[in-house]
């Protein structure tokens, strides 16, 4: 059976909840909750299943803190026996305008911690989907800006990001990161 690793990055804790580091973790809620689906607290993550046509897609939202996000990803990739290929990982970017998007099918962290203690325990060769925070802060402000909660104006201008991130996964499952990218990057607000 084809299995896919879908990893949303963020923090755990209610103190958490609603941030823009926690992007990640919004964009698999909102799968979840469109499948039906709930988490449960396992090994270094908050794990969900689901399948979709005959494919077995594992959600994790990893527990071990943003920067030790590559524990979960090394963990659950070994456990399950699912082939990187079919990891796509979901982060946030402050260099990408709010609710805006980018799909890669591999790359650098792009200063990302999450992203990068992935990279060093199992490499770069892993989809992406990095989702827009902005940045609009002073600065040496990044650290305050991107554990500051989101407004409900900017709720506001996520929430289509948020659902397009669910058709996203599934496309990535169906169709595989080639494709995919082909079909939704020419939907994010930046220009190619």
């Not at 082939?83 to 979901?90: F, P, Y």
Request: hydrophobic share 40%; with cysteine; aromatic share 8%.
């Amino acid at each position: 059976m084809d299995k896919y690793l879908i990893c949303g990055l963020g923090n755990p804790g209610a103190e958490y909840a609603g941030t823009r580091h926690n992007t990640g973790f919004m964009i698999l809620d909102a799968f979840a909750k469109a499948s039906n689906i709930c988490f449960e607290d396992r090994r270094y993550a908050f794990v969900a299943q689901t399948m979709l046509k005959g494919r077995k897609i594992m959600l994790i939202k990893p527990t071990t803190f943003m920067n030790l996000s590559g524990n979960a990803v090394r963990y659950w990739l070994n456990e399950e026996r699912i082939d990187q290929g079919r990891l796509l990982v979901v982060s946030d970017d402050v260099a990408l305008p709010l609710g805006d998007f980018r799909l890669k099918a591999n790359g650098s962290n792009g200063g990302h911690n999450g992203l990068g203690h992935i990279i060093q325990l199992i490499g770069d060769e892993f989809a992406r989907l990095r989702v827009g925070v902005g940045n609009d802060y002073p600065r040496g402000g990044q650290i305050d800006w991107v554990l500051g909660r989101y407004s409900e104006d900017e709720l506001k201008q996520l929430q289509p990001t948020l659902d397009l991130g669910v058709d996203i996964i599934k496309s990535f499952v169906l169709q595989g990161i080639g494709n995919t990218m082909n079909q939704y990057n020419k939907l994010g607000k930046h220009k190619q």
